[in-house]
C-alpha cells in the first residue's frame, strides 16, 4: 500500500475532522486504489497523492463544500451531484488527473451509470 495519512488528506481538504474521523475515508481510499491500481506501475509517491486526494473526494461527498453563497438573508448552493462519480468533486477531478491511465475514472463512471431498477 502507499503512504497516504490523515495529515495529507487534512493539507487538501479543509476539514474539523480529527485523525480518527478522517482514517476511515483514508481506508476506503488506501482499499479502492490497492485493488485498482496495484498493476498500472505507479510510483509509491503517485499513489500516496492519488490516496489523499481521494479520501478528500469521499470526505467532501459526505460533508458537501459550498459551491456559491449571496449574503444578505443568505442562499448557499453546494456542489457536488451522486451521478457525476469522481467528477462530483473538485478533489475526484484531481484524482483523475493523478491517475494518468484512467482506471479510477473508468470505475467512477461505470458506478455512476448503475442504476437500480424495482420489479414488482
Request: aromatic residues 6%; hydrophobic residues 40%; proline residues 2%.
Given at each position: 500500500m502507499?503512504?497516504?495519512?490523515?495529515?495529507?488528506v487534512?493539507?487538501?481538504?479543509?476539514?474539523?475532522?480529527?485523525?480518527?474521523?478522517?482514517?476511515?475515508?483514508?481506508?476506503?481510499?488506501?482499499?479502492?486504489?490497492?485493488?485498482?491500481l496495484?498493476?498500472?506501475?505507479?510510483?509509491?509517491?503517485?499513489?500516496?497523492?492519488?490516496?489523499?486526494?481521494?479520501?478528500?473526494?469521499?470526505?467532501?461527498?459526505?460533508?458537501?463544500?459550498?459551491?456559491?453563497?449571496?449574503?444578505?438573508?443568505?442562499?448557499w448552493?453546494?456542489?457536488?451531484?451522486?451521478?457525476?462519480?469522481?467528477?462530483?468533486?473538485?478533489?475526484?477531478?484531481?484524482?483523475?488527473?493523478?491517475?494518468?491511465?484512467?482506471?479510477?475514472?473508468?470505475?467512477s463512471?461505470?458506478?455512476?451509470?448503475?442504476?437500480?431498477?424495482?420489479?414488482?
Amino acid at each position: 500500500m502507499a503512504g497516504g495519512t490523515e495529515t495529507g488528506v487534512k493539507a487538501i481538504i479543509d476539514t474539523t475532522l480529527t485523525n480518527d474521523k478522517v482514517r476511515p475515508f483514508l481506508n476506503a481510499a488506501k482499499e479502492v486504489v490497492a485493488n485498482a491500481l496495484a498493476d498500472e506501475g505507479y510510483s509509491v509517491a503517485l499513489l500516496t497523492q492519488i490516496e489523499n486526494w481521494l479520501a478528500a473526494h469521499f470526505i467532501a461527498a459526505r460533508d458537501p463544500r459550498i459551491a456559491s453563497e449571496t449574503t444578505g438573508k443568505g442562499s448557499w448552493k453546494y456542489e457536488g451531484r451522486y451521478d457525476l462519480g469522481l467528477q462530483s468533486t473538485s478533489y475526484g477531478q484531481r484524482v483523475m488527473l493523478l491517475d494518468h491511465h484512467g482506471k479510477l475514472a473508468e470505475v467512477s463512471q461505470a458506478r455512476a451509470r448503475a442504476k437500480m431498477k424495482v420489479v414488482g
